[in-house]
Each structure stands twice: as structure tokens, then as C-alpha cells.
């Protein structure tokens, strides 16, 4: 944990956004908050910033930022082409949950796409985020706010926790109300793909596109999609229902260590909404091993499903 202080400012601040903004502008690095994790926001057009969101989080240059817009309009101006696809999921679904990946237009500086010619696209539905975005009047690249590969922040606390003065600023605007990321869908090649699952439900999106959506496989579409992400620092063992788990807590109970059930709910949207701070909490606490009860596999369900396998998995 990064020993100097961070500063942190209530977003309903009097002139809270402009100073958020005037830092994003002249380089600086902002934590932001959206409704799904907080994001680490700099200047996508700005090679130092981009380049600095690299080292404060640790990330490989080679694994690319989501570019976040203020609206929906601005899509025409950043994308090559926007596909009858991405149009309709950008107007019925931003601001909101969803970031989809476009072939890039030429003016796209190459660093935030991690070399690539496609980029992804999000208008995050969190009054501040947009009102700082739309003050920068550029894309804000803006990754999840936390170091490589851990759990991401749902707080300005944690956000503060995580980074420490490694970030200039960070906004306060309450616990992100959704607590798990956006879902990324490809729509850059011949067939549609999610490349992550996330707080936008793949069958919503179906629904409104009336065509399947499939799932990609293998991580190399997102690069930053490794087995091992998400992870607090204790041991995470999973388990498929809440008997499972209790023989799971009695076994590592038995040898010594300090464990417990993770919070779960059945309503998929309170389970997501809670899912990091219990993992953080956990850490907190100074647990030795945590058991996460696997929700079932669809909807959101999905997106649970998978930040609790990442967090599991062999480190
Ligand atoms: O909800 C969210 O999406 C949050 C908030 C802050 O907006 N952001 C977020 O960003 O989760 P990040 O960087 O933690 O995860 C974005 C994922 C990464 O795995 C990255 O590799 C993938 O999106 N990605 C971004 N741009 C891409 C591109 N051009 N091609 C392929 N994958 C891309
Ligand atoms: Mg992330």
C-alpha cells in the first residue's frame, strides 16, 4: 500500500468537476467515478498520460484503455465506421454498462489501443464521469483504478487504498451502483463476440439485435482477460451451492485457517453490486481463505461467475 496520502473530493464539491477535468487536460490522472467500477482517467490523447495509467497500474502497454465518451454523438467522431449493430446498441443502451469494440479512425493516437487498429467505446451512465468527460472534450481512457490484476474499486476509499498519490485526484461520487464491469462486445470483425461478460446481461443484447452473440474464446481478443485477475490477496476457493461451501469452510477451518463464506445473494444485480468490497473485505480482515458460492450461469450471473473464476484461479 503506498505510504503519502491521496486527495479525494466530494464530486458535489463546488467546482469538483472542473478541477477533475482541468487535471485530466493537462495531463494528470483522475480517479473517476462510473456506475460500474471506478476508472483511472487521463487524456486519451495525451502519449504521457496514457503512458503514466500504464505504470501506475503495472499493466503491460500491449493491453488497451476503453475510450469513455460523454455521448453517444461523439461515437462518429472516434470510430472508422459504426456498423448498424453498434448504432443500435449505442442508442438504446449508453450511458450505460456496455463498451463496444470498433475499428479505430485513423486520428486515434495508437498508445491507449495498445498498438491495435480497433478500439473500445464506453458513455458510462454516472452523472460525473460524462460531466467531467464532456468538460475534457476528448476521450478519457480509463481503466479500472486498481494495480494489475487485482480486485477493482468500487469507492473512492479503495481507489485511495490502491493507489495512493499515484493518482492526482480521485472523485468521490458514492459506491459505484452496479460493482462490476461493463460488458465488451467485439463487433470489429464478421460476427459478433463478447469478449467480456459484465454488468449488461449478453441476452439483453440479443434481444435487442434479434441475432446471436457469441462467446469468444480464448483471451487473446482482450488482451488483460488472463486466467488469473480480480484476485484479492487470500486464497479463493469456489463452491456451487451454499452446502458445498460449508463443507469447503469446515475442511480449511480444520487445518488452521481463517476463512468464511462470501456474502452471496440470490438477486444476481445485489451480488454484483457487493461483490469487490467483500472480496477487499476479506483482505481486510486477514483472512487466510475465502468461499465464493458460484451463482447460477446466466444473465448476470455470468459476469459474477467469471470474476469469481479469475480470483480463483493459480496465480
Ligand atoms: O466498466 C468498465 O469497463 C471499467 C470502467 C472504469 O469504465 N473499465 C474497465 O477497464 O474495466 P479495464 O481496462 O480494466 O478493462 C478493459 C478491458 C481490458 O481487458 C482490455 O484489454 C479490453 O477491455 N480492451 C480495451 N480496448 C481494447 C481493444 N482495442 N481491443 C481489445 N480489447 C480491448
Ligand atoms: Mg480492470
Known amino acids: 500500500m503506498p505510504d503519502a496520502p491521496c486527495t479525494v473530493v466530494a464530486a458535489t464539491d463546488a467546482g469538483a468537476v472542473d478541477a477533475a477535468a482541468d487535471a485530466i487536460r493537462r495531463g494528470g490522472l483522475v480517479g473517476l467515478p462510473t456506475e460500474t467500477v471506478y476508472g483511472l482517467a487521463g487524456d486519451a490523447l495525451s502519449v504521457r498520460a496514457v503512458e503514466r495509467i500504464f505504470a501506475v497500474k503495472n499493466r503491460p ?7 469513455h465518451l460523454a455521448d453517444a454523438s461523439w461515437l ?3 470510430a472508422d465506421t459504426v456498423c448498424e449493430a453498434a448504432a443500435v ?3 438504446e443502451c449508453w450511458p450505460g454498462p456496455l ?3 470498433l475499428p479505430a479512425a485513423a486520428h486515434v493516437p495508437r498508445s491507449p489501443l495498445g498498438g491495435r487498429t480497433t478500439a473500445a467505446f464506453r458513455v458510462p451512465a454516472h452523472d460525473v464521469a460524462r460531466s467531467v468527460i464532456r468538460s475534457v472534450s476528448r476521450p478519457v481512457a480509463a481503466p479500472s483504478a486498481n494495480r494489475f490484476g487485482r480486485v477493482s474499486p468500487t469507492t473512492a476509499a479503495h481507489v485511495c487504498v ?3 498519490s ?4 480521485v472523485l468521490d461520487g458514492g459506491p459505484s451502483v452496479l460493482g462490476i464491469e461493463s460488458t465488451i462486445v467485439d463487433l470489429s470483425g464478421r460476427s459478433l463476440q463478447v469478449l467480456r461478460h459484465g454488468a449488461l446481461p449478453v441476452e439483453d443484447l440479443e434481444a435487442l439485435l434479434g441475432v446471436p452473440i457469441e462467446r469468444a474464446s480464448g483471451s487473446s481478443r482482450a488482451p488483460g482477460m488472463l486466467a488469473s485477475h480480480y484476485a484479492p490477496s487470500c486464497t479463493v476457493r469456489l463452491a456451487d451451492g451454499a452446502e458445498e461451501a460449508a463443507s469447503i469452510l469446515s475442511e480449511v477451518t480444520a487445518h488452521g485457517a ?3 463464506i462470501l456474502p452471496h445473494h440470490r438477486v444476481a444485480s445485489v451480488y454484483a453490486a457487493t461483490l469487490y468490497e467483500e472480496l477487499r473485505r476479506c483482505d481486510r480482515d486477514g483472512l487466510d481463505t475465502v468461499i465464493a458460492v458460484l451463482p447460477p450461469d446466466q444473465g448476470l450471473g455470468r459476469a459474477i461467475r467469471d470474476r469469481l473464476e479469475k480470483a480463483a484461479a493459480p496465480r
Open 258 to 260: 481463517r476463512a468464511r
Open 61 to 67: 502497454s500491449t493491453h488497451p484503455l476503453i475510450l
Open 76 to 78: 462518429a467522431d472516434w
Open 89 to 91: 446498441l449505442a442508442r
Open 99 to 101: 463498451t463496444l469494440l
Open 166 to 169: 499515484d493518482v492526482d485526484l
Open 162 to 164: 490502491d493507489l495512493g
